[in-house]
Structure formats: structure tokens, C-alpha cells
Nanobody, 129 residues
Framework: QVQLVESGGGLVQAGNSLRLSCVAS????????MAWFRQAPGKKRVFVAA??????????AAPVNDRFTIFKGNDKDKNTLFLQMNALEPADTGVYYC????????????????????WGQGTLVTVSG
């Protein structure tokens, strides 16, 4: 069983930055493919970014490419997944969810969110214009 707990959301003005964290515990936590999804109000949950089990490969949705960075912690943060979000826009508003899945990230990024194996409870990000 994998447990995922997100934090770091909040209210920010457009153009500013936020860093989200996801602490993984249980079997095969950050050793899995890890990903961030988001769900805007009234819309479907969609892929944002993913990282391979080794951390060597990363994948991004087009709207966040060059603004967001997904990475895994090391040393004292070795069980933590991060999402650094820069140059935030009002369209980035939503609940951000951390996910863990045993499949390769090239598969994970093609899946509807309902097929991923493990989820956190989400953290709300609100970007004001």
C-alpha cells in the first residue's frame, strides 16, 4: 500500500512561484513512476508532469512545459516528490494531485487519471490575475 500526502498549495498572484510536495510512504513509494495531475473547477483531472522511477526522465504537459519542474528529493527528502511551479497563470488554478504507478512513465502519461494506481488527497492552488 502506498500513501501519498501533498502540501504546498495556496493563493498566489500571477507571475509568482509555488513548490508543491508529495511525501510517499509504504511499499514502492517514490521508487515508482510519480506524476502530478490537476483538476480545475468543473473540469476533468488532467496530466501535468511525470518522472521515472530513477528520476532520469521527465515528461510535461504542453501548457506547463518550461514553467514547471518535477523532481524527486534526495538525502533527507528521499521519499518526497516535488513540483516547482514558476510564472504561474490563472489557468494553473486547480487541485493538484500526486500519483504513483508501477508502470513506465511513457505509459502513465497516456492514461486517463482513473487508471493510475495510487493517489493523494490533493492540494489547492489558486492563481489570481
Amino acid at each position: 500500500q502506498v500513501q501519498l500526502v501533498e502540501s504546498g498549495g495556496g493563493l498566489v498572484q500571477a507571475g509568482n512561484s509555488l513548490r508543491l510536495s508529495c511525501v510517499a510512504s509504504g511499499r514502492a513509494g517514490v521508487e515508482n513512476t510519480m506524476a502530478w495531475f490537476r483538476q480545475a473547477p468543473g473540469k476533468k483531472r488532467v496530466f501535468v508532469a511525470a518522472i521515472s522511477s530513477t528520476g532520469d526522465s521527465t515528461f510535461y504537459a504542453a501548457p506547463v512545459n518550461d514553467r514547471f519542474t518535477i523532481f524527486k528529493g534526495n538525502d533527507k527528502d528521499k521519499n518526497t516528490l516535488f513540483l516547482q511551479m514558476n510564472a504561474l497563470e490563472p489557468a494553473d488554478t486547480g487541485v493538484y494531485y500526486c500519483a504513483s504507478d508501477s508502470r513506465d512513465p511513457t505509459v502513465v502519461i497516456t492514461l486517463d487519471w482513473t487508471y493510475l494506481e495510487h493517489w493523494g488527497q490533493g492540494t489547492l492552488v489558486t492563481v489570481s490575475g
